[in-house]
Each structure stands twice: as C-alpha cells, then as structure tokens.
C-alpha cells in the first residue's frame, strides 16, 4: 500500500469502528505502531476502560486528551450565538470533529507519525470534516481511511471480525445502532431507524440515554432562569457557573423534561438523504434562551440578516469547513451583534415543550410607552399617515406607470381595429 508506514496515530472512540482498525491497519499496514487518541468531548461513560482497551486491541499507548472546555468555549458558543442550525439539527456532531481532529494532528507531528486514520465511513460527512481540519494543521501527512479501502460492507461484518480477532467490544447486535455522544448531545442513526417509516422507540428503555419521552416526563413544569453577558451565559437559576457547567445541568433538567428530540430526514453532504434522532437537551434550551434575548437585543435589520447568515454558517459547520477564511469572518460579525447580549430569560420546561415565561435586558430595544395600546405615550398614531405615503410611494409610482402603459395599449389597439367606445 505505497511507502512504508511504521506509526500510525489513529482516531480512537473504543466503538466497534475504531476498535476493528487497529487489528486490521496491523494486518495490512504490515505492523505498524498503533497510538491511538481519544479527545474527550464529553462523551460520560464512554471513557472507562479505554486505555485496557486499546492496548489489548493492539495499540502501543493511549492519549486522552481532555477538550470538554475548549470545545464548549471555542465551538459550541459561538455556534450557538451565532444561531446555527443544519436543517433544524444543532451540529453536535459536526463541530466536535474540527477539535479532535486538531488535536490529533498536533500528537501526530509529535510522535512523528508517518500518517493519521480515521474511521469515517466513506458515506458520511465525518470523513470530510477529519481530513479537512488534518490539511489545515498537517497538509503533509497521509490519511488513511479504512472504510474506503477494506472488504468489510456492514456492520455486522465488522462484528465478524472483531469476534474473529478477540477484539473486544461494548455492543451486541441486536443495539447496533451507530451513535455519537459528546456533552452536547448523542445521535442515533443504523436498524430501525434507517426506515423513515419506523417510529423511533423513544419509550423503550435504554434507548434514550440523555433523557425520557415527553410521555415519561412529569406532570408539573420545571423552571429556569438563564443569565447572558454577552452572548455568553454566565448563571443557571441565579447561581453563577461556566457555560460548560450550564449545558451540563440544563441537560439534566431538559432530559428529565424530555426536551431536545429531534427526528430528522437530513441532506448529507456527500449527496445522499440520511435519517438520524438527535438528543440535545441542554444544547435546545440554550438555543432557545438565547432566541429569546436577542428578540429585545438585536433591531430588525441586523436580526434579519443574522437570521440569513445563520444558514450559510450552519452549512460550513456541517460540511467541515471550521478553519476556512468565511466562517471566521461570519463569527467576527456575531462578535457584533452580541456585545448589546445580555440580560435573563425565564422559560418553562414542560413535556417536550420550552414555554417563554419572561425578558430582561438592560440594552433592551423595546419601550413600553412606544408599543402601548392604551391612550398616550410617546408614539403619535397621525405620524403615521405622512409615513405611509412615503413608504407606499414606490407602488403609487408603479401604479402611476402601469396605468399610462395600459391606456396606451388601449388607444392602439382602438387605432387599428378603428373601435369607439
């Protein structure tokens, strides 16, 4: 397979994937030294064992490197003030991947590693965001990409061989669904599921992870009050925390509140429609609140255009493009608009359903003497009158036009057919 590859860094999660490579790059790299790394994104749960994993799997040595902080700081908020979203789907797995892959090339170029592996199918949009991000930070280093190169065509083969090779793994075939968890949120997509015609089994037990069915969630609301200071949030229910601490407990109370479901038909970026469920309960709630704040925030034409450039920035979030030139001029933008974001927004969590239960901001655009029903005030109806016609005066003048035009026409036509009223 070309030149010689002696160290190999390799993506690790310890899921069935990744698990598979390492006895595979083995056998058909001719044994090269396998050092894997797991970026810790908040993944709960996922981490214990790993490093016995690994090892016994083959590799030489483990790096957990912990990027729960960074991630949420450097990725997740400015997604979030920015208001991106991909087809109503909140890009957990999207922007978790430019971090880890950074991450990962940094160890490479350490180690002197003579290339880098993922294991992205090459039907998804992983594939596309790890080795964009590994251009960017090591543009000479080979990647390897098993599933485009290997005889293996499910995941049931890939269980095949595992159980093969004594490689050890945490699912069975029968919960073989292709999942990604960070703190953020936890994807669902394989089985049933690949059927949009299937309901998703929200209230079978173990299916959820981050939380319950709206059905199974309690009869009385639950309460939060969230505080920004500039686009950031700073405090849950008055109680001061780092934005990595709040999506930590709002997950909590959304879960428990059956928030963040999402069930979606989706447009991948290699072509193809794909139909995942995403559990995001914290991350929904975040989006919201923020929604909220800047509704007193933002005056209408910067609020319409940043509702615009949210769909172009969502898109290079999904499509790997973190590190391109656009994305950092976009995030400059949002900058702007979040210096006026601050204040508190209460919201009632209840089945599934975020209720707006009050606003505040000290940059507040909205004046209740302004917008008041009730007689006086500082808005004078009659100016109205005088704005109307010259807002309307474009159509008065169109309408001017098109009248002229048509009596023309008229007076031809009774011109050549010799007509009288």
Not at 281 to 305: F, M, N, Q, S
Request: with cysteine.
């Amino acid at each position: 397979m070309g030149k010689k590859i002696k160290k190999v860094v390799l993506a690790y999660s310890g899921g069935l994937d990744t698990s598979v490579i390492i006895p595979w790059l083995k056998e058909n790299y001719d044994d090269p030294e396998i050092i894997a790394v797991c970026g810790n994104v908040g993944q709960t749960g996922e981490l214990d064992g790993l490093d016995k994993r690994a090892k016994k799997t083959g590799a030489s040595k483990l790096y957990i490197e912990d990027l729960q902080d960074e991630f949420v700081n450097e990725y997740v908020i400015p997604t979030m003030q920015a208001g991106a979203d991909y087809e109503g789907y909140l890009l957990g797995t999207s922007f978790a991947r430019p971090i880890i892959a950074k991450r990962i090339a940094e160890i490479a170029k350490k180690e002197k590693a003579d290339a880098i592996c993922h294991g992205c199918t090459g039907k998804g949009n992983d594939q596309v965001r790890f080795e964009l991000a590994i251009m960017h930070f090591a543009p000479e280093m080979k990647i390897i990409a098993p599933w485009r190169e290997w005889d293996l065509k499910s995941r049931d083969e890939e269980i095949d061989y595992a159980e093969a090779h004594h490689v050890p793994l945490k699912i069975s075939r029968e919960t073989n669904y292709s999942k990604d968890k960070n703190l953020w949120h936890l994807s669902h997509e394989g089985l049933d599921m690949e059927d949009p015609g299937n309901e998703p089994q929200y209230e079978k037990k173990g299916f959820l992870e981050m939380g319950v069915s709206p059905l199974q969630a309690p009869d009385k609301p639950t309460y939060v009050e969230l505080e920004f200071v500039k686009g950031i949030p700073v405090s849950i229910n008055g109680k001061k925390a780092t934005p990595r601490q709040i999506i930590e407990k709002l997950n909590v109370l959304g879960g428990k509140n059956g928030i963040g479901l999402f069930d979606v038909v989706e447009n991948r970026l290699v072509g193809m429609k794909s139909r995942g469920l995403y559990e995001t309960p914290g991350g929904t709630i975040l989006y919201r609140a923020h929604e909220v704040l800047e509704t007193l925030t933002l005056d209408k034409l910067t609020a319409h255009k940043k509702r615009e450039l949210a769909i172009t920035f969502a898109d290079l979030v999904y499509n790997g493009q973190w590190f391109s030139q656009l994305r950092k001029a976009l995030s400059a933008f949002v900058a702007e608009t979040q210096k006026t974001c601050t204040g508190k927004v209460r919201l009632k969590l209840y089945k599934g359903n975020i209720i707006n239960a009050g606003v505040w901001s000290p940059y507040s655009l909205y004046n209740e003497e302004i917008a008041t029903f009730d007689a006086g005030g500082d808005y004078q109806q009659a100016d109205a009158t005088g704005f109307i016609r010259l807002f309307g005066l474009p159509t008065l003048v169109q309408t001017a036009v098109e009248q002229r035009a048509n009596a023309g026409r008229k007076a031809k036509v009774k011109k050549h057919t010799g007509k009288r009223d």
